[in-house]
């Protein structure tokens, strides 16, 4: 650890490949960066001036280990981790923008349930506890298929679809792995088209929205492709009036916030759970090759006391789709190559190609957000353009993985 830490830095809680555009932006405007995360290979450490390998969860540690630095800024990207690090460490060092204590509650799936109930939102059955015992007996109380998630899981882990009550306790039991909190939630399966919706605050409004549709790995519950929606204007219009007033319930008048939704047939929107932060899964490229925002620079600018709107004004309006390129193995493997990357990066329509893996690393299946190993975007004057540039370019790019020996 450097003795003598950069003053005037931004903490960057976070150093995993989703918070890497973090740290280029903040070089961009010449302010250091200083960055938190407990792997001591996390993918972002290279973009970052200085780093501290500390859980970012651990808000004594950190402090003790910076001392008396004065930071410029605290920030967190796509990572629920950090979200309460990020308002504790903001007060300890009286930053200009403090994360809202409230919005912690985002993170809390039964917690955001009664929210959304007190906003007048349409809910559905749910249940939650920390006795597995209690979820199991009360869950077999609602309308089946359900689905089983640990109440503060992210990342579709620990995620289990359930068709029948004889399922439902190894699913508590998978649940309750993936849960800091040791708490699941039971909430019964809402039919309908999946959207994700990203908007950005400011002043209590939503000054930008994104509602996009989602498809997913192999019929599960893991992200694969998102594109911009096309909505008639008034679904478009309720749903983002109805995020807009959660995200004030939660407290969030100035950032980011991401919910995730589905579309019924009767044309209205069930709010699923939500996120306090920027979107994952490369939704800030997205954004920008769709309408020509920027959301990091937005938040760098909000984490540093600045005036941020000028980011989130749209510059074009195109569509937008994005691809999370995942091993096609069931097993664990290695990389041993990229293939069609240089090719898929000249197709016309392409705006972005990132490789989280590098040939000799170990990639596992994509049967989580954190497994991805790298994204696709395009962009184009309509939904079918942008989704035929996309579709070329992942004809072309293909990772080579061979199986590990340990794997049965």
């Known amino acids: 650890m450097p003795e003598n830490w950069p003053q005037g830095a931004l903490i960057v809680l976070g150093a995993s490949e989703e918070q890497i555009p973090l740290y280029p932006e903040a070089r961009r405007r010449q302010i250091p960066t200083i960055a938190v995360d407990m792997r001591s290979d996390a993918p972002a450490f290279p973009f970052a001036d200085a780093t501290l390998t500390i859980s970012t969860r651990d808000t004594d540690a950190i402090t003790d280990a910076l001392g008396d630095i004065r930071p410029a800024g605290i920030v967190c990207g796509a990572s629920d981790a950090a ?34 109930a007190s906003c007048g939102i349409t809910g559905y059955g749910w249940t939650a506890s920390d006795n597995p015992d209690e979820v199991v007996t009360k869950a077999t109380q609602l309308r089946f298929p359900i689905m089983v998630k640990p109440v503060d ?21 998978c649940a309750r792995s993936h849960s800091a909190s040791r708490t699941v939630i039971a909430e019964e399966f809402v039919p309908g088209r999946p959207l994700a919706i990203e908007v950005f605050m400011h002043n209590g409004r ?16 893991v992200v694969k492709r998102l594109r911009t929606a096309q909505l008639p204007s008034a679904t478009r219009e309720r ?31 069930r709010i699923i759970e939500a996120n306090a932060r920027l979107g994952g899964d490369g939704v ?13 620079r937005a938040l760098i600018a909000l984490a540093l006391g600045e ?17 999370l390129i995942g091993s096609p193995l069931t097993v664990k493997g290695e990389l041993i190559a990229w293939e069609g990357v240089a090719e898929a990066r000249n197709l016309p329509g392409i705006t972005d190609v990132e490789l989280y893996a590098q040939p000799g690393d170990l990639v596992r299946p994509h049967d989580q957000s954190g497994h991805k190993i790298g994204l696709i975007v395009a962009a184009g004057a309509t939904a079918a353009d942008a989704s035929a540039a996309l579709d070329a370019a992942t004809a072309l790019i293909r990772p080579v993985i061979r199986p590990t020996e340990d794997t049965q």
């Open 206 to 221: 939503a000054v930008m929205a994104c509602i996009k549709d989602k498809e997913f790995v192999g019929g599960g519950f």
């Open 83 to 116: 979200l309460a690090s990020w308002h504790t460490l903001a007060l300890h060092y009286g930053t200009a923008y403090v994360y809202p204590g409230s919005a912690l509650a985002a993170g809390d799936k039964a917690a955001f349930h009664e929210i959304a």
């Open 239 to 269: 749903i983002e009036a109805t995020v807009e007033r959660l995200c004030r319930a939660l407290g969030i008048t100035d950032g980011p916030a991401n919910f995730d939704a589905v579309l019924g047939t009767d044309g209205h929107a």
């Open 307 to 323: 005036p941020f709107g000028e980011h989130l004004a749209p510059t074009r309006a195109a569509h937008a789709a994005l691809e």
């Open 153 to 173: 899981g992210s990342g579709s882990k620990g995620v289990t679809h359930v068709t029948h009550p004889d399922h439902l306790p190894a699913a508590v039991a």
């Open 284 to 296: 800030p490229r997205l954004l920008t090759a769709a309408y020509g925002v920027h959301v990091v």
